[in-house]
């Protein structure tokens, strides 16, 4: 299949926000693809070559880019750079330059290693070379890289270097989530819902969109039944809702749930296969290197040795044998030191579900069955642990086991759905499992997690740095992410040096397609880093765009206040507060204020 023929779909994705139009589109595309290419086509139009669980990363810089866009053209880098502040996009300079000029000069470059004609790539060709991008590393590795790019170029049609470009940029930007392709795949392959409903299990399961497009073109949706549990592929995580009343939340779980500490740590995802154990955090990162204690007590200290566990990971002072905040074990999180790391900061680890025993999926047993197996397999150890529950069914009761868990160290507590329908819902947030934190219990302050799309520019003592963020919240129907308040406050000193190192990197010149915003900040951010904040309340707000029209016409919701509380480094953004759940909240705050 020719790279044209997706750089081509590419564009029309590109000159659409509408999402029932990008899925026409996809579903054109997949018509025309042929089925050993089904996986490659799925990762490219996400702007991936693998699934994302598996870290794969080009390691190009803005600046090598223009290198190698200056050489491709024979033009200076001063004149690429200039042309890339004026346009935004260095996809589009490319595109521009290529057209313009013509790459005859790399003709003569490409003499000898290539014979190949420009409009020549194929999916292959693109594929295996992002590849070789991803695996070519240490000394000398750059040069290597940007030849390989240089490679693609020479062969390349404007409009292939430009979605080329931003592929290895990693700011592809077209705008498709993994539910968008998902809903492209169910109609194309299915009758819409139903086959819906199937394929996002499978996708819950597997957590690899590519996998389940090839499962699809060769086996059909008989294929897609079969996909299960695999060690070693992390699972999508299942997510909690919120509730601000204690009596709300029992009338929720029909009168009686369990209830056990929410720890203040790190999801973790334990799978192990006799001595292979691998660690997945929230957002499916690998973060085994991160924590050789945990799996080396994980090996120990269950009786199965092919099981997939979950728990949190948790600072522990061993001495004074209490839970430390969730900030101590933040500073886990480095390339280096881990060994003295392991020393200085011990943890223990609260597991609270198990999807998966000897060969066999739980994730349709209910919660309570999965609890029991859980308590069955743990042998006696330091690090591994159970999580406390209490099963109650007054408030009374409630209130004194949320208080408890609030006296030693916790965050709050996490109600659990105890009748039989609680199979482990991956993926999901639901009202299995809610939340009830400290923070909700006082009408001033409640916590959320918000996308960071845009920053201005600090005066004074914090010129040069991003002294005000502007903040949103995932709109999980529409998948776009909607402004929902200012932050400047909150910050320490250094907590701002970390935001202007992590989010400059992340600068875009234009409005990301999916940011919907009324607002222009000094410079946009591409939406990936989620930041926890407290705010006083939640207010109407003629600027925001959250929930535009909802309540008011014209009119979004927005934080007032907005505190700064810590990086979640642990979310992606399709993780983080979501439109409906700031919707609820204004609404619960209404009710509760009359
Ligand atoms: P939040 O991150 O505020 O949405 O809260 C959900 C998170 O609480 C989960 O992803 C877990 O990391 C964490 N957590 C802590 N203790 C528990 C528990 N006992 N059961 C489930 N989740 C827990």
Redesign the pocket.
């Known amino acids: 299949m020719k790279y044209s023929i997706l750089s081509d779909i590419f564009k029309k994705l590109d000159s659409t926000t509408k999402r029932l139009e990008m899925i026409e589109i996809l579903i054109e595309l997949f018509n025309k693809t042929p089925i050993e290419n089904f996986r490659h086509v799925i990762y490219l139009t996400s702007g991936k070559i693998g699934a994302d669980y598996k870290n794969l990363d080009f390691g190009f810089a803005d600046k090598m880019v223009i290198k190698v866009i200056a050489k491709a053209v024979g033009k200076p880098v001063k004149q690429i750079s200039d042309l890339y502040k004026q346009i935004g996009d260095l996809g589009e300079v490319a595109e521009l330059l290529i057209k313009e000029t013509g790459q005859q000069h790399l003709g003569a470059f490409f003499q000898t290693t290539t014979s190949k004609q420009k409009n020549s790539l194929t999916i292959e060709d693109v594929w295996n070379n992002l590849h070789k991008i991803v695996n070519t590393e240490g000394k000398g590795s750059a040069s290597k890289k940007t030849n390989i790019l240089l490679g693609m170029f020479s062969e390349a049609s404007p409009n292939e270097a430009k979605y080329i470009t931003r592929t290895v940029l990693t700011q592809l930007r077209l705008g498709v989530k993994d539910l968008t392709i998902i809903e492209a795949l169910s109609r194309k392959f299915g009758d819409g819902k139903e086959a819906r409903v199937k394929i996002e299990r499978a996708y819950n399961v597997t957590s690899d969109i590519g996998e389940v497009g090839e499962v699809l073109a060769r086996n059909g949706m008989e294929g897609i039944e079969k996909i299960t549990i695999q060690v070693g592929r992390p699972i999508r ?1 299942m ?2 809702q ?1 509730m601000a009343s204690i009596e709300e939340i029992l009338e929720k779980l029909g009168g009686e749930c369990a209830l ?8 973790v995802q334990g799978h192990i296969l006799n001595d292979d154990v691998s660690l997945y955090s ?1 957002n499916l990162n690998e973060i085994s290197s991160m924590y050789p204690d945990v799996e080396k007590a994980l090996k120990n200290s269950l009786k199965s040795k092919d099981i997939i566990v ?3 990971i948790t600072a522990w002072d061993p001495v004074d044998e209490k839970l430390k905040p969730f900030q101590i074990l933040m500073s886990r999180k480095r390339k280096y030191g881990i060994n003295e790391a392991v020393q200085s900061i011990p943890v223990k680890v ?1 597991l ?2 198990i999807l998966y025993i000897d060969g066999e999926s739980l994730l349709e047993k209910s919660y309570p069955q999965r609890r029991k197996i859980l308590e069955s397999n743990i042998l006696d150890n330091d690090i591994i642990v159970l ?1 406390s ?1 209490k099963i109650v069914s007054s408030p009374v009761l409630f209130e004194e086991y949320f208080e408890n868990a609030i006296e030693n160290g ?2 709050g507590i ?1 109600a ?1 759905d105890t009748r039989d329908e609680t199979q482990y819902q991956a993926g999901n947030r639901g009202f299995l ?1 809610i ?1 009830h ?1 400290f923070d909700y219990s006082e009408s001033f302050a409640d ?1 959320y ?1 918000f996308i960071v799309v845009g920053g201005f520019y600090g005066k004074g003592r914090r010129k040069g740095t991003l002294g005000t963020l502007l903040m949103a919240a995932f709109n999980a129907e529409e998948e776009r992410f909607e402004t929902v308040c200012k932050l400047g406050s909150g910050f320490t000193d250094e907590d701002l040096a970390k935001v202007t190192e992590d989010l400059m990197k992340l600068k875009v010149e234009q409005r990301p397609k999916d940011v919907i915003s009324k607002m222009t900040p000094d410079v946009w951010i591409q939406p990936t880093k989620v930041y926890e904040i407290q705010g006083a309340d939640l207010s109407t707000s003629p600027i925001h765009t959250c929930a535009l029209d909802e309540i008011k016409k014209d009119t979004g919701i927005a934080i007032r206040f907005p505190r700064f509380i810590r990086f979640r480094d642990d ?1 992606n953004p399709d ?1 983080a507060t979501t439109t409906s759940e700031i919707i609820n909240a204004y609404k619960n705050q209404r009710t509760k204020n009359r």
């Open positions: 995580m997510a909690a919120r056990e500490f929410k720890y203040d740590g790190e999801r929230r979950e728990g949190e609260f609270f579900d999580s529950r916790c965050e996490m659990k499992w939340k934190k916590s997690d979310k993780q």
